[in-house]
């Protein structure tokens, strides 16, 4: 399958815990963190003074594993047919930076009555509508074949986020890319990603607004998808009417430049909940900004990069088939 053709702190402000300041330091990055930038780039409550304050709410995250830097080795030869011009930064200092990422997993409602809280998707599917309530799941939950999920995706930094796929084989390898976001199917081509705003793909609005884990290949055991935050629009990539394939060489050029070992970190007791009226609204039409009181991403990815560079990860969705 193509996917689409598819942060205990006892301040008032949370702070990250440093354990280390060399390129080696995710290797050795803190055992635990908290809710972090996110509850500190949302949203302020306001009291009747005027004066706004920091909730003391609490979202302990854990590390979870620290990713390696992986190089992928593509099923065919890369050849890049134009010179590629990235962003460079070798002035500014490295900065920690960070990606919050919810993956769902689309589960058939059989409730006919709603909490008032859940979250609900209607899906027009072979001429009959059907209600999926989407739940989180940890980032290295092995899926089965056939599975929906849908990502979301918030960072405490404005920025620009790019997602890539590509299906991963039994030997390693990996197949031909396909730019999955952004495209002009998806928010109208816009690709920009505020504090406290939320980005899903699909897209509520799309036919299917879901992805479906499956594949003709044998050795297909699953999709690895590339997400990048950028400071600035990357030049080199277009944007495309809908998903579609995109220069192995450029996908292969932005590993080699921009990914680092990442510190993965799982959010505690929040696996298995339930999409909530504000996620969806936050993920609709983007104008719903996420509060403090809102929940957190369910995995934060943690990478030592510089400043004025993009940060980018690797996360793979890995399938059991049988």
Request: glycine residues 6%; aromatic residues 8%.
């Amino acid at each position: 399958m193509k996917i689409f053709r598819q942060i205990d702190l006892q301040q008032t402000i949370f702070v990250v815990v440093l354990c280390g300041c060399s390129y080696a330091a995710a290797a050795q990055a803190p055992v635990q963190i908290t809710g972090d930038d996110f509850p500190r780039t949302r949203s302020l409550d306001v009291v009747e003074d005027g004066s706004t304050y920091v909730k003391k709410k609490k979202s302990v995250y854990r590390l979870k594993r620290t990713a390696p830097r992986v190089k992928h080795i593509p099923a065919k030869p890369v050849v890049a047919s134009k010179i590629i011009k990235l962003p460079i930064d070798t002035k500014s200092a490295e900065v920690w930076k960070q990606l919050g990422v919810t993956i769902w997993r689309m589960e058939p409602e059989t409730k006919s009555t709603t909490d008032g809280v859940t979250a609900r998707m209607l899906v027009q599917e072979s001429g009959t509508s059907h209600e999926y309530t989407p739940k989180r799941i940890a980032a290295n939950t092995v899926f089965k074949l056939g599975d929906r999920v849908r990502l979301s995706f918030e960072s405490p930094a404005a920025g620009y986020l790019y997602v890539f796929d590509r299906e991963i084989y039994a030997d390693g390898k990996v197949g031909e890319p396909w730019q999955t976001f952004p495209t002009m199917s998806a928010r109208g081509g816009s690709n920009r990603i505020e504090m406290g705003s939320m980005i899903e793909i699909p897209s509520q609005n799309d036919r299917t607004p879901y992805f479906t884990l499956k594949s003709s290949d044998p050795n297909w055991t699953g999709e690895l998808l590339t997400v990048i935050i950028s400071p600035e629009p990357l030049a080199d990539i277009g944007l495309p009417d809908k998903p579609s394939p995109v220069s192995a060489a450029l996908v292969a050029a932005l590993e080699d430049k921009y990914l680092k070992p990442a510190g993965e970190y799982e959010q505690n007791g929040t696996a298995g909940q339930s999409y909530t009226k504000t996620e969806k609204e936050a993920g609709g039409i983007g104008t719903r900004q996420l509060t403090q009181d809102d929940p957190f991403p369910q995995t934060v990815y943690r990478v030592k990069a510089r400043a004025k560079e993009p940060m980018l990860i690797n996360l793979s969705l890995s399938v059991k088939k049988k």
